[in-house]
């Protein structure tokens, strides 16, 4: 699993999930390349307001196995699961 985060960098500096790679919703369209079609991706944001657009753009480009983390970065941290900074 690909977990991408679309906050942007200040939000990305002060916490992010292990492993994400971040790509800002405003650079998605010119770095949807760097995602694998073949590898399920989820997408997160503050709250999953940019990320629900994400996931329907990859979606319209091809990329079939994309979701939407529910709650996004708040809801992860709300529920006490660990965050890198």
């Known amino acids: 699993i690909r977990v991408v ?5 200040a939000a990305w500096l002060r ?3 292990s492993g994400a790679i971040h790509i ?3 650079s998605l369209p010119e ?9 399920p991706i989820v997408l ?7 990320s629900s657009i994400a996931t329907s753009f990859l979606q ?3 990329l079939g196995s994309v979701s939407n983390l529910a709650g996004g ?3 992860w941290v709300a529920e006490g699961f660990e965050v890198e900074r």
């Open 31 to 39: 770095r949807v390349g760097e995602l694998d079609a073949s590898t």
């Open 15 to 17: 916490g992010h999930l």
């Open 5 to 9: 985060e679309g906050r942007l960098p």
């Open 44 to 50: 997160h944001c503050k709250g999953g307001g940019r």
């Open 60 to 62: 319209s480009r091809g």
């Open 73 to 75: 970065y708040e809801g």
């Open 24 to 26: 800002p919703l405003a």
